[in-house]
Structures are given as structure tokens and as C-alpha cells.
């Protein structure tokens, strides 16, 4: 990991605050699921079918290695996933029009409808977080998240390009 200046080092309380907000947030989400269903019922919560799902309701079908580098899994892991997922008749293969031996990931019709589930309690969970502040300030909130994303998507690349 790349050394930070004196002026940006977090101080210790500081991370103990934020692990302990984050776990919070994570655990009030967990617990929200469980309590409505998540995916209104048709899927139980699992973060990796979710992401499936969602990727390929927003980009369409997708060839399962593109898949697993966008999502940044290893392909025997989406690959596992992804047939839990057809068991369920979530995932269908459809060809590849580039290539009429590969094969695409696409969404069946309950696939459609579980990753439509699946946003709509995404959108209901942001809307709660949002609904605890007023609405001036839920721009810089989210300037701020941004920020921090896009620094920590650019460190993690850098660890993944330079390994120790």
C-alpha cells in the first residue's frame, strides 16, 4: 500500500469510527433484508448472484469471463454462481453473435423480474439513507462517497498491478 502523507493519515479513533459506522450500516441492511425479503422473496441475499444479476439487467448478456473480470472474480467462482443462478432459471445461454461457439450469460424472464426486485430494494435502501439528512446535503454526501470510492478503486488497481 502506498504511504500517506503526515496530513492525510487518518487518526486511529477516526478508522475505529468508520469500521464501526460501516459494520452498522452493513448489519441495518443485512437485518432490513431479512426482514423484507430481499429481492422481494426471490432470491435469498447473496452478494455475488446479486451483482450477476445486476450487471447483466444494466449491459445485457455477457460472456461469463467478461463477466467475472468486470465483477473482478475468479471465473470458476461466477462460474459456480452463475449455475446456481440457471438452476434457479434466473440465467439462460444464449450465443455469442461474435463468436457462434461462446456462449452468453442473458437473463430469463424470472431473471428479469428477480434483478427488477433486486433495484427496486437497492433504490428503497438509498432513498432510507438519503431520507436522514436534508436535501442540501445530499449532494456533497455523495461528492464525498465518490471521492473515497474512486480513491480506494485506484489504490486497490495499484495493489493488483504491483503486487508486494
Known amino acids: 500500500m502506498e504511504r500517506m502523507a503526515p496530513e492525510t493519515r487518518p487518526k486511529?479513533?477516526?478508522i475505529e469510527r468508520l469500521r464501526h459506522v460501516v459494520h452498522l450500516l452493513i448489519r441495518a441492511f443485512l437485518?432490513?433484508?431479512?426482514?423484507?425479503?430481499?429481492?422481494?422473496?426471490k432470491l435469498p441475499?447473496?452478494?455475488?448472484y446479486f451483482h450477476i444479476l445486476g450487471h447483466i439487467r444494466e449491459h445485457g448478456p455477457t460472456r461469463p469471463s467478461r463477466l467475472a473480470e468486470a465483477l473482478d472474480v475468479p471465473k470458476t467462482t461466477l462460474s459456480t454462481a452463475a449455475k446456481a443462478l440457471q438452476s434457479r432459471?434466473?440465467?439462460?445461454h444464449t450465443p455469442d453473435?461474435?463468436?457462434?461457439?461462446?456462449?452468453?450469460?442473458?437473463?430469463?424472464?424470472?431473471?428479469?423480474?428477480t434483478a427488477n426486485a433486486i433495484l427496486a430494494q437497492d433504490l428503497l435502501n438509498m432513498q432510507v439513507l438519503l431520507s436522514q439528512l436534508d436535501t442540501d446535503e445530499h449532494g456533497p454526501l455523495l461528492?464525498?462517497?465518490?471521492?473515497?470510492?474512486?480513491?480506494?478503486?485506484?489504490?486497490l488497481a495499484h495493489i493488483d498491478r504491483d503486487p508486494p
Not at 461528492?143 to 489504490?155: A, I, N, S, W, Y
Open 12 to 14: 486511529a479513533e477516526n
Open 31 to 41: 437485518v432490513s433484508g431479512r426482514a423484507g425479503r430481499p429481492a422481494q422473496g
Open 97 to 113: 453473435p461474435e463468436d457462434g461457439r461462446a456462449k452468453r450469460l442473458a437473463l430469463s424472464a424470472d431473471g428479469v423480474e
Open 143 to 155: 461528492d464525498q462517497l465518490e471521492r473515497v470510492v474512486d480513491g480506494v478503486m485506484g489504490t
Open 89 to 92: 432459471g434466473l440465467l439462460t
Open 45 to 48: 441475499f447473496n452478494p455475488l
